[in-house]
């Protein structure tokens, strides 16, 4: 049996939302210091909901599974459900990641919220640094890492 669901290795192979948004409403960019992987979120917002996304992803596979998963999760919704996705969704809509590639779906989490920051900056909407505490933090482990 493969250490990978189906559901990861489609997204790895054929990820969706793949490129860049020239004119982007927001960016965020993430990395991983331990595994030096880096993930870049592009999102173009239409009265407060997530027009388009895109990403590019410069990291191993599950990186890439989880930025693919989480762009299609939070394409076509309002920014505050988007900030609510948690790397723990994302994980389970891949149908599970091991347990010790449970931080590249962090990543993923991250790279949202990180550009609907920059979203909220650009624009100097007020926001609530509560939700936006996994952006700029690289503490992994306050994520859950599933067993
Ligand atoms: Fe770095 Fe997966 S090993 S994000």
Redesign the pocket.
Known sequence: MSLYSEKVMDHFRNPRNVGVIEDADGVGEVG?A????IMKMYIKVKDGILADVKFETF??G??IASSSMATEMIKGKPLSEALTLTNKAVAEALDGLPAY?M??SV?AEQAVQAAILDYYKRNNIPYDEEKFRCASCSHEHDHGEEE
């Open positions: 991983n331990k595994c030096g992987d990291g191993c599950s990186a590639k931080h590249c990543l």
